[in-house]
């Protein structure tokens, strides 16, 4: 580890849609997903507001291998990873950025009813009904691999 820098993330929320899965030429498994967090905060007249942010997930080899076994949408799951930035040039030469949490440890937050893997035991309410936007994600023809 870099002496005093850290690159760390801990999200908790719910997959907006089936994990993606794909496999490199080397035959190593790729999981990309998105999962939505909610906060809830005051605005200055004091009315309640709601605030969902999208945050792109890619997850490896045996990460990715769960993802695509027990992952589905509106589970809630638990991720802890880095932030990785990735550029790439577009079809018309156009440079592109994206900023995507690298899972290193991944657990379903659901009941062992619904799920097998590693679940925490608590029970998970009514899965919402979310959808990304359509911006979330890369176009199959922007993905650098």
Known sequence: MAKGTVNKVILIGRLGKDPDIRYTPGGSAVANFNIATDRSYKDKNGEWQNETEWHRVVAWTY????????LKKGHRVYVEGRLQTRSWEDQNGQKKYTTEVVVQNM????????????????????????DPPDDVEPKQDEVPF
Request: charged share 25%; proline share 3%; no cysteine.
């Open 107 to 130: 657990e379903l937050l659901e009941s062992r009813g619904e799920s097998s893997y590693s679940g925490s035991g608590q029970s998970a309410s009514t899965p919402t009904n979310i």
């Open 63 to 70: 990460n990715a291998e769960k993802a695509k076994e027990y």
